[in-house]
């Protein structure tokens, strides 16, 4: 859960040593050098359903030739992964060479950073960067953020990279205006805070921890408004790091607190974990409206009251295709 950052009022700031992109990039990456940026990979689309059906059973990677790799997974916005993403099938994928760096600060628009294994965190100050094919990680800290993206940026792209932190840290990735794809984020107390605007794709978050005692654990929180959002066919299994169900606060956190949210559309999603695992809530006289829930897969007695908490039933328009993973059995609004 977060403790102090509001999408209302702007992004923290933290004292961190950084490298400032000042040139064309960092790294040495052209910023005209995007190639498939977009979240496409020359060779077609992949595997991937992009109508409004639940995700297919079955889909843990295991190396096989029908098994889908992160990059069919963003080939398309939005669209579902015709696989589970486990660890196995996000992340970078297999045989890439990473180069190392120390964590930057970007600041020229249309930044690429492709390949690369960063120590620290990466503070996107400009429109249209596209972080990909690269690990970002923190030693860990109660404040620790691995990818933080300052409030009025739009265009960020998170693609086939993994996040993560070495000791337990507070947010993984913190943004609106983003997308973010077959990635894969662990060790973190959440995985993702976001507002507005965002795409989350794909991802794969487990093996939460946190840098404080008493840390509260969220896979993805949504606090901040603005434009509407989709969480599409992400699995989410709030665990801890020897991989067991934690019972605290959700695999989804949609809590209307720091303004309003309206628009956000979650499915396709494997959930579970938590006190809930998925909260629709609203605090602080802040409204949650016009919220969908469909064909989501709930991991069966891994929560600690319940599947879902939904404080406004008028917060969710349509609730519809949700089911347990392990039979299909129905969830009920």
């Given at each position: ?304 009251y319940g599947t879902h908490l939904v404080r406004d ?21």
């Amino acid at each position: 859960m977060t403790r102090d950052l509001s999408f209302g009022v702007g992004i923290t700031s933290f004292a961190m040593g950084v490298v400032v992109c000042v040139a064309v990039a960092c790294g040495d990456v052209p910023a005209t050098d995007v190639g498939t940026a977009d979240g496409g990979d020359a060779g077609g689309p992949g595997l991937i359903d992009s109508g409004v059906s639940g995700p297919n059973e079955g889909g843990v990677y295991d190396g096989g030739a029908d098994a889908a790799r992160a990059s069919d997974f963003c080939a398309t916005f939005p669209a579902l992964p015709s696989v589970r993403p486990t660890a196995a099938n996000t992340g970078v994928p297999p045989g890439t060479t990473l180069t190392p760096e120390t964590g930057m600060t970007i600041t020229v628009a249309g930044t690429v950073i492709d390949a690369r294994d960063v120590t620290g965190t990466i503070n996107v100050e400009a429109n249209d960067v596209i972080i990909m094919n690269s690990k970002v990680h923190v030693s860990g800290g109660p404040s620790d953020i691995a990818i933080k993206v300052k409030r009025g940026i739009t265009g960020t792209k998170i693609l086939r990279s993994e996040v993560y932190s070495d000791e337990g840290a507070y947010i993984g990735i913190y943004a609106d205006n983003t997308t973010v794809c077959g990635s894969y984020l662990h060790g973190w107390e959440n995985g993702m805070t976001v507002g507005g605007g965002s795409m989350l794709q794909a991802n794969y978050i487990d093996r939460l921890q946190g840098g404080q005692p008493g840390a509260h654990y969220d896979g993805i929180e949504v606090y901040g408004g603005g434009a509407p959002s989709k969480l599409w066919g992400n699995n989410i299994r709030l665990t801890d790091p020897k991989d067991e169900w934690r019972g605290e606060t959700g695999a989804i956190n949609l809590t209307a607190w720091a303004g309003d949210i309206d628009a956000v559309e979650m499915n396709g999603n494997w959930l579970g974990g938590g006190s809930y695992t998925l909260y629709v809530d609203e605090q602080n006289g802040d409204q949650a409206t016009n919220v969908k829930v469909t064909n989501n897969r709930f991991y069966r007695d891994s929560a600690a009251y319940g599947t879902h908490l939904v404080r406004d039933e008028a917060s969710v328009i349509v609730w519809s295709g949700n089911v347990f993973d392990d039979n299909g059995d129905s969830v009920s609004k």
